[in-house]
C-alpha cells in the first residue's frame, strides 16, 4: 500500500507492506529524507512519526493501528534530555527518569525523594531510597556522599505486604484498598491518610469520597510511619503536607471542591512552608484552582443572627477544631497507657525499630484460613499527631537487624564503576521506554469499573463442557504470568494506547484496543 509521510514541508509517497512495523519505516524515512541524528551525551535526539494525533511505537505494526493506503503520516525529529539517573519503582515495575543537569547529583537526598513524590504520586513517608549494593540513602545526606554518579541506578521500595495496597490506591479501586488495610489500628489510620493523599494526587474522585465517610481529613498530614519510635524531628519536610495541599499542586480542582464542601477548614490549612492551598494554586499556575480558591475566601458565611467574612469564620472554626483535639488527645492519654520502646530493642539511626522495607508482596507471607474481607470500618474519632507515633504492641517479637555502616564514598567507587557499565548500555533502552511511557496519557486518566464480587449467574451455553470454566481460569492466568499484567491491566493499558488516538472517533479507537489486544495474546502463542 501507498502512504504519504510529511516531514520538513515536503511530502514523499511511500510503497509499504501493511504488517509493516513503525521502526522498519522510520529506516526507511531515514535514508529518503537524508536525516542526520547528532548524539550528545545530555541531549538526545529520535525520529517519531504521529498518525491520528498519537506518536507511533516502533514495535507496531501499521495495520495495527488502521493505517490504511492514501494515510498520511506525519515525521518530526524530537529532542530530550537524557536522564541524569533512573529509580526503579518497586511498586508499579516502572523505570523513572530523573531529567536535568549535572547539578542534580549535588543535591540532597530529601530533595531527590521531594521529585520522585511529585512523579509517581507517592507520599515521602511511605518509601526509601537504596543503591545498587543496598545501602539506604538518608535524607540527611547528600548524593556525592554516596559517590553517586550521572546513570546511577536507583531503587525505590517499600514496606513489605503495601505494595498491593499502594498499586490499589494508584489505581483507585476502592477494593482493593480496602482488602489490604491492616489488622492494626494505628498502621490502618497511617494508610487510610496515605490513601487519600494517592487520591488527591492523581484525581480518583469515587477513593477520596470514600475515604472521607470514614473520617479521614483532607487537613490532617500523612506523617510517619507508626514505626518510628524516635527521631521525629529529622523526618522528612513533605510528611507535613496534607492532601488537601497535593490537590491544589496538582490541579485536581474536582477533588479540591470535595474536600472544601466536606470542611472549610480546608481553606485555611497551612503546609510545612506556611502556604495555604490558594498560595500554592497561585505558585504553579492553576488558574481554575485559583478562580475556584479565592471566591470561596472572599464570600460571606450566613449565620443565623449575623454574617460574617469567610477569614473570620475560619478562625473561629480553627479555635474551636484545635480545643476539640486537645480534649481528646487528653481522654486519650488517660484512658490508653502508650507502648514505649524496652531495653534491648535494636532501633535504626532514622528512629524505626523494624527494617522491613523490600517491597515483598503479600502474597509471600503465609496466608491465614480464612480469606481477606473487606472490613467494615467505623468512623474515626479526631487524634492528634502525637497518638500516630505511638508504639507496636510488644508482644511482637523485634528482628535481627543488620548493623549499620558508616558512609564512605571511596568504598562504593569501585562498586559503582563496575555497575555503570552494565547501566550505560540500557540507557537508550530506558529512554525508549520513557518516551513510550509519555504517549501514554496519565495513570487516572482511563479507569475501568471496579469488579464486582457478586456471585451472579454465568450464561449457561449448550455446547459447552464441564471443565470450560476451569480452561478458562488457567487461560487467564498464563496469560497473566507471560505478560506481566492481568486481562484487566492489559485492557486498560490497550484502551490507554488508544485513547491517544484523539483524532479518530471512539469506535475507532476501540477498534485498535482490540487489534492491540489480540497482538499481545498472539505473541505469547
Known amino acids: 500500500m501507498r502512504v504519504f509521510v510529511y516531514f520538513d514541508g515536503s511530502c514523499e509517497p511511500f510503497d509499504i507492506l501493511p504488517e509493516q512495523t513503525v521502526g522498519a519505516m522510520k529506516q526507511m524515512v531515514k535514508e529518503n529524507f537524508l536525516v542526520q541524528l547528532s548524539d550528545d551525551k545530555q541531549v538526545w535526539h529520535y525520529l517519531e512519526l504521529s498518525y491520528g494525533g498519537a506518536a507511533l511505537q516502533d514495535s507496531w505494526a501499521l495495520c495495527d493501528v488502521g493505517i490504511t493506503s492514501g494515510s498520511a503520516i506525519r515525521c518530526l525529529i524530537k529532542s530530550e534530555r537524557r536522564p541524569v539517573m533512573h529509580v526503579f519503582n518497586a511498586v508499579t515495575g516502572e523505570t523513572l527518569p530523573v531529567t536535568g543537569s549535572e547539578a542534580l547529583l549535588r543535591m540532597s537526598v530529601a530533595r531527590l525523594k521531594t521529585l520522585l513524590s511529585v512523579q509517581s504520586g507517592l507520599p515521602v513517608s511511605t518509601f526509601r531510597l537504596s543503591i545498587l549494593t543496598d545501602v539506604q540513602l538518608y535524607d540527611c545526606n547528600q548524593l556525592q556522599d554516596y559517590a553517586i554518579e550521572g546513570g546511577t541506578a536507583l531503587r525505590m521500595d517499600t514496606w513489605d505486604g503495601w505494595v498491593e495496597f499502594l498499586h490499589g490506591c494508584l489505581l483507585g479501586h476502592r477494593l482493593t484498598v480496602q482488602s489490604h488495610l491492616s489488622e492494626e489500628k494505628l498502621v490502618m489510620r497511617f494508610q487510610l491518610r496515605v490513601a487519600l493523599y494517592i487520591a488527591a494526587s492523581l484525581g480518583h474522585l469515587d477513593l477520596a469520597g470514600w475515604l472521607l465517610e470514614r473520617g479521614v481529613h483532607a487537613e490532617e498530614p500523612v506523617g510517619v510511619h507508626p514505626y518510628r519510635q524516635w527521631c521525629h524531628q529529622t523526618a522528612h519536610r513533605d510528611a507535613g503536607k496534607c492532601p488537601i495541599h497535593v490537590a491544589a499542586e496538582s490541579s485536581q480542582l474536582l477533588i479540591l471542591k470535595l474536600f472544601i464542601t466536606r470542611s472549610l477548614l480546608n481553606l485555611a490549612c497551612q503546609d510545612p512552608g506556611g502556604r495555604d492551598p490558594l498560595k500554592i494554586a497561585i505558585q504553579h499556575g492553576h488558574r481554575d484552582c485559583v478562580r475556584y480558591l479565592a471566591n470561596k475566601l472572599c464570600s460571606v458565611v450566613s449565620l443565623p443572627n449575623m454574617s460574617l467574612p469567610m477569614r473570620v469564620y475560619l478562625q473561629m472554626k480553627r479555635w ?201 495474546v498472539h505473541s505469547m502463542a
Not at 525499630?353 to 509471600?364: A, D, E, G, H, V
Not at 540500557?426 to 509519555?438: H, N, V, Y
Not at 478458562?472 to 488516538?501: D, K, M, V, W
Open 320 to 520: 474551636v477544631s484545635l480545643a476539640q483535639k486537645r480534649v481528646a488527645s487528653n481522654r486519650c492519654q488517660y484512658t490508653t497507657a502508650p507502648l514505649k520502646a524496652r531495653v534491648g530493642d535494636m532501633l535504626l539511626v532514622d528512629g524505626f525499630n523494624q527494617p522491613q522495607m523490600s517491597s515483598k508482596s503479600r502474597k509471600t507471607e503465609p496466608k491465614p484460613r480464612r480469606g481477606i474481607r473487606p472490613k467494615a470500618l467505623q468512623h474515626l474519632p479526631p487524634i492528634s499527631n502525637l497518638l500516630s507515633v505511638s508504639h507496636l504492641p510488644s508482644k511482637r517479637a523485634t528482628p535481627q537487624l543488620p548493623s549499620l555502616q558508616s558512609v564512605n564514598p571511596g568504598v562504593f567507587k569501585e562498586t559503582h564503576k563496575r555497575c555503570k557499565q552494565d547501566i550505560k548500555h540500557r540507557d537508550d533502552g530506558a529512554l525508549d521506554r520513557k518516551k513510550e511511557e509519555d504517549s501514554i496519557p496519565c495513570r487516572g486518566k482511563f479507569v475501568l469499573p471496579p469488579v464486582t464480587r457478586e456471585r451472579l449467574p454465568k450464561p449457561v451455553f449448550v455446547c459447552s463442557s464441564p471443565n470450560a470454566s476451569n480452561i478458562l481460569t488457567a487461560s487467564l492466568e498464563s496469560f497473566s504470568q507471560h505478560c506481566g499484567r492481568t486481562p484487566r491491566e492489559n485492557a486498560i493499558y490497550c484502551l490507554s494506547l488508544a485513547s491517544t488516538f484523539t483524532e479518530k472517533p471512539w469506535s475507532k479507537q476501540l477498534s485498535i484496543a482490540r487489534t492491540l489486544v489480540r497482538k499481545h
